[in-house]
């Protein structure tokens, strides 16, 4: 008896078409932004260059610089996915290390920054104010959902508890730096397999402080 593969639905068809005309606008703003600079790059041109309507574009992203950075929302869901499935009795702080480090390793689903000409995008997004300003967007929002399930694992309200946004940024601006850091080596340093190590230096950086700061309960004030 061999088995059979589950059929796919007309729904299933509609997401795969929507999910791969999303794709080729992303890629398409990137490479016109990173050809032109921002200020350069029209919608229509990016429409054009993935083959589709400036309609469908619409139907897609707010504007270019939402469709270049694509990829910072993607992975910023794909982390939060992943803090969602840590053991709920990991600490919060080291549960988003550890989602940061799977996310990272990934070799069946790599991240989107990985991608060759990404660092260089990163780069510009420090330099071209539209970009960062979408970026900061972006990070935000990836960052209260963090600070949402991170206030779930702890119990609380996030609108009353200082912690889970604390943790969040912490943790987060570990991971925002590493990411700077790397982008402005350039294309020919040592590449992508290094920012895995590089967070990973930046994490340790951060426990090492902030075990230093501790008040010593011994010292008086």
């Not at 600079?37 to 029209?42: H, I, N, R």
């Not at 604390?166 to 290094?194: E, K, S």
Request: proline share 5%.
């Amino acid at each position: 008896m061999t088995a059979t593969k589950p059929s796919t639905t007309p729904e299933d068809r509609r997401q795969h078409k929507a999910r791969r005309t999303r794709d080729a606008l992303a890629t398409a703003a990137c490479d016109l932004i990173l050809e032109r600079g921002s200020a350069a790059t029209t919608v229509e041109a990016i429409a054009e260059r993935a083959d589709v309507t400036r309609r469908t574009f619409s139907r897609h992203f707010a504007g270019k610089e939402d469709a270049a950075l694509d990829f910072v929302r993607r992975d910023g869901d794909r982390i939060n996915a992943l803090l969602r499935s840590r053991p709920a009795d990991e600490p919060p702080l080291l549960a988003y290390r550890r989602a940061v480090r799977d996310w990272l390793t990934d070799r069946d689903d790599p991240a989107w920054h990985l991608r060759p000409r990404m660092r260089r995008l990163l780069a510009l997004a420090d330099s071209e104010p539209d970009l960062f300003a979408a970026y900061q967007r972006i990070r935000v929002d990836a960052q209260e959902e963090s600070i949402r399930i991170v206030a779930d694992r702890l119990g609380t309200d996030d609108a009353r508890d200082v912690r889970p946004a604390a943790l969040v940024d912490a943790a987060a601006g570990v991971l925002i730096a590493a990411l700077r850091l790397w982008a402005r080596g350039g294309d020919r340093d040592a590449g992508a397999a290094d920012l895995a190590a590089l967070v990973e230096w930046a994490y340790d950086a951060l426990t090492s402080e902030a075990a230093a700061a501790t008040p010593d309960s011994t010292i008086e004030e």
